[in-house]
């Protein structure tokens, strides 16, 4: 029992001396050892003050071994939530391990937009299975929201809310919460910020905020202490633009309609801000060539994932190796041009990629657009000039004083400057240019960005030694 205490009292006295709130190594190495040791009731009181993020982290953490072990000593006592907030890789071992009965009764515990994110991850069969052994009531609703496009406000969205219609006061929509949480808890949302004020056709035509609902004495209409300037989701928006809204606007929830303007659902900041993060991920991972995060694919399985973009850079470096074979006679008449050559490359490259993140994340965020673009542009075309000519200079000298020639650090000068400069134009323009042609600017930019400064510099820097230095 000191153990399980001394265990609970350092949770409390990390988060409070850090204002973190994850585990740390002492911790998970306190279950493995109560694992090893066979102690599953101290490994139950460990967890059990957990939050179910947490114990996420923790079941993703863990070997394969002691994760499934870890699986049989929790039981039912494991927070269906923890499996919603699972890496999808880990999440498909324990399906695999736990059976489709207790991965019903997970899927039928969590909140609607949990559960679609569940199952939308599963593979069609294993769907249907989870879905047959459904409480009716539970799968239609789920069934409804696959039918939207994926990553779309209607995947996004919580079925639970409360709606009330227009002539019901406050105290009746109080009274009504207070009924529905003694008799059906089910059908509220856990946590909830607005009450939507709906007309008889079920269209939203405002929100009452929890904390005017309670400010307001009993007799008021909700239709006095309503806000109507709400902003309204249709289904099929996507959930970048829902997010950008959210952030735009400084929102905490916003109602879903269907394509005839009834009230079908929620959205909520909490799964707004994982759109956020995810989106995030996602634009990194591809900007790196990489589809997606595969921290716990077989290392087999990550290989394949990875082999397509090497492939693309493979056949980019041939061009780009091509090119130098057009200066074959110069290189070896000049020896040093060999091992400059890197140099005019790298630079080229490095201020490509840094244009290039700046402009990836303005288009993912909105703040990049048709009417500011011409402007960033040349801003950038200004900064890649102005730092071509710093190291220009800088590498210029390098050159001229590592080979005694002047000539020669001239070159490389002339060619930094160049290339910094084209790497400017390449970085801010190829992802504008993506973006307009309907191409996702974090799959293919930093391909096309590299191969532009890699081509560029290698062709100017030989070009210009063919031509000054012979």
């Not at 004495?217 to 709400?230: G, N």
Request: proline letters at 3%; a negative charge; one cysteine or more.
């Amino acid at each position: 029992m000191d153990q399980i205490d001394a265990f609970q009292d350092k949770i409390t006295s990390d988060q409070t001396e850090s204002q973190t709130y994850e585990l740390d190594t002492d911790q998970v190495d306190e279950i493995v050892d109560a694992l090893d040791a066979g102690d599953f009731a101290l490994v139950r009181s460990l967890c059990a003050p957990l939050h179910y993020s947490d114990v996420a982290d923790l079941l993703e953490w863990l070997s394969t071994a002691d994760r499934l072990r870890l699986l049989d000593v929790l039981g039912k006592d494991l927070d269906s939530d923890a499996l919603a907030e699972l890496d999808d890789t880990v999440r498909d071992e324990i399906i695999e391990y736990w059976g489709l009965d207790n991965i019903v009764q997970a899927v039928t515990d969590l909140d609607s937009d949990d559960a679609v994110d569940f199952i939308e991850d599963l593979d069609e069969e294993d769907q249907q299975r989870v879905l047959q052994a459904m409480p009716a009531e539970d799968r239609t609703f789920i069934v409804e929201s696959l039918k939207y496009p994926e990553d779309s406000a209607g995947r996004l969205m919580q079925r639970e809310l409360v709606s009330v219609p227009e002539f019901w006061t406050v105290g009746k929509t109080i009274d009504f919460m207070r009924q529905s949480a003694d008799d059906d808890p089910e059908s509220l949302p856990e946590a909830f910020y607005d009450i939507y004020v709906v007309d008889p056709a079920h269209k939203p035509v405002g929100a009452v905020t929890l904390s005017s609902l309670l400010r307001t004495r009993r007799p008021i209409k909700v239709t006095d202490i309503m806000w109507t300037e709400m902003h309204i989701i249709p289904v099929s928006t996507d959930q970048e633009d829902v997010a950008y809204l959210f952030r735009q606007r400084d929102l905490v929830s916003a109602p879903v309609v269907d394509d005839g303007g009834r009230l079908v659902g929620a959205i909520t900041i909490d799964d707004v801000v994982d759109v956020i993060d995810d989106e995030h991920e996602e634009d990194m991972m591809l900007l790196a060539g990489v589809g997606e995060d595969d921290l716990y694919d077989a290392a087999l399985d990550t290989a394949k994932s990875r082999f397509i973009w090497l492939t693309v850079n493979l056949l980019t470096a041939v061009l780009a190796s091509a090119v130098i074979s057009l200066f074959e006679a110069t290189i070896e008449q000049i020896v040093a041009l060999a091992v400059l050559m890197p140099i005019v490359a790298s630079m080229g490259g490095n201020a490509g990629t840094q244009t290039l993140t700046v402009a990836v994340r303005g288009l993912a965020t909105k703040e990049l657009t048709a009417t500011n673009s011409a402007r960033l542009i040349t801003k950038e075309l200004l900064v890649g000039s102005i730092n071509g000519v710093l190291f220009a200079v800088i590498a210029g000298c390098v050159a001229w004083l590592w080979f005694d020639d002047l000539a020669l650090g001239l070159v490389i000068a002339l060619a930094m400057v160049v290339n910094m400069t084209i790497a400017g134009l390449a970085g801010t323009s190829i992802p504008v240019l993506l973006e307009r042609a309907g191409i996702d600017p974090a799959i293919a930019s930093s391909v096309f960005v590299t191969t532009v400064t890699d081509v560029v510099g290698f062709f100017v820097f030989l070009g210009l030694a063919a031509w000054i230095l012979l």
